[in-house]
């Protein structure tokens, strides 16, 4: 993905869709993650917090060979539209990765979000988490159970937490430190630590 900037003004959060990820994906999902977590851009990046990238081009293609792993895209196109042909760009991502608890029980995880640093603000975030979400819902419907949704975040990222609380996500109290496995990037100071969150979304 290269660098031009992006014009929020000319993109309508109503116009926002998602699609299921592909290998041809790779290299602007790739670009498109590290920009937005490990560079400076846009107010949701970890810069100050871990180094290093946030993931490989391996790592992404083995998510989308995962059947229990959803990656949806927000691309690019020359409409702005989904009728529009795609440029090869991509405006954001989301995961939905569907989990099993110890008891046999299916909740969904979402990770790897991420809205084009230019369009952050715009609206845009919070429709891609909303179709993640409804996705998600829909997926763990047949459980006849509360859907648990969960996610983490970093520790030391106030305005990152309240983020997901006005969206009626919460701290349940689990906590780990960041894994110092080079995997995930390094981390800039030892007491940092991945917070989990849930919303329990039907029942």
Same mark, same amino acid.
């Given at each position: 993905m290269n660098k031009e900037i992006i014009n929020k003004n000319h993109i309508s959060k109503d116009a926002v869709f998602l699609r299921?990820? *592909?290998?041809?994906?790779? #290299?602007?999902?790739?670009?498109? %993650?590290?920009?937005?977590?490990?560079?400076?851009?846009?107010?949701t990046n970890e810069a100050d917090l871990v180094g290093g990238i946030r993931i490989t081009q391996a790592e992404l293609a083995s998510i989308i060979d995962n059947p229990k792993h959803y990656l949806f895209v927000y691309p690019k196109? /020359?409409? #702005?539209?989904?009728?529009? @042909?795609?440029? @090869?760009? %991509? %405006? #954001?991502?989301?995961?939905?990765d569907i989990k099993v608890d110890a008891d046999a029980n299916e909740k969904a995880y979402i990770g790897m979000f991420a809205v084009h640093p230019d369009l952050q603000g715009a609206g845009v975030g919070n429709v891609?988490?909303? &179709? &993640?979400?409804?996705?998600?819902?829909?997926?763990?419907? #047949?459980?006849?159970? =509360?859907?648990? %949704? /969960? +996610?983490?975040?970093?520790?030391?990222? =106030?305005?990152?937490?309240?983020?997901?609380?006005?969206? $009626?996500? !919460?701290?349940?109290?689990? *906590? +780990? =430190?960041? =894994?110092?496995?080079?995997?995930? $990037?390094e981390p800039k100071? !030892?007491?940092l630590a991945l917070l989990e969150l849930e919303k329990i979304v039907s029942s």
């Open positions: 299921q990820a *592909k290998a041809d994906d790779i #290299g602007a999902l790739e670009q498109l %993650l590290n920009r937005c977590y490990r560079e400076t851009a846009g107010w196109t /020359t409409t #702005g539209t989904c009728d529009g @042909d795609e440029t @090869d760009e %991509l %405006l #954001g991502c989301i995961a939905v891609i988490l909303q &179709a &993640a979400e409804t996705f998600a819902e829909r997926h763990l419907q #047949g459980n006849n159970r =509360p859907s648990r %949704l /969960t +996610m983490s975040i970093l520790s030391h990222r =106030p305005e990152l937490l309240a983020y997901y609380q006005r969206r $009626g996500y !919460q701290l349940n109290g689990n *906590k +780990m =430190p960041f =894994p110092d496995d080079g995997n995930n $990037g100071r !030892q007491d």
